[in-house]
């Protein structure tokens, strides 16, 4: 079973900046995939950025240019840096890991992220 433990959410105004982390713990073996979700109000949770255990990344569109994200394996924790924040951006922001065959593993409890003057 695996554990997650999100941090580094709060509040900024508009063009701040936040860097998220989360740790992972438990049966790391199957671990691949570490990803992070974000869900605003009234909307579905969606995509923002992932990370194969290779490396290779993918970030959404709305996101690219101004989150970048990145993982330590050896500490098993994955990143979000997120700079030029916008109040769309604001959500709760989940970590996710899945294993080698694309099956969620587990989900973070949520870190809230605001950005508003």
């Known amino acids: 079973q695996v554990h997650l433990v999100e941090s580094g959410g709060g509040m900024v105004q508009p063009g701040g900046s936040l860097r998220l982390s989360c740790a992972a713990s438990?049966?790391?073996?199957?671990?691949?995939?570490m990803a992070w979700y974000r869900q605003a109000p009234g909307k579905q949770r969606e995509l923002v950025a992932r990370?194969?255990?290779?490396?290779?990344?993918y970030v959404a569109d709305s996101v690219k240019g101004r989150f970048t994200i990145s993982r330590d394996n050896a500490k098993n924790t994955v990143y979000l840096q997120m700079n030029s924040l916008k109040p769309e951006d604001t959500a709760v922001y989940y970590c996710?890991?899945?294993?080698?065959?694309?099956?969620?593993?587990?989900w973070g409890q949520g870190t809230q992220v605001t950005a508003s003057s």
């Open positions: 996710n890991v899945e294993d080698v065959w694309g099956r969620s593993l587990a």
């Open positions: 438990g049966s790391m073996s199957r671990l691949n995939t």
């Open positions: 990370i194969e255990s290779g490396g290779s990344t």
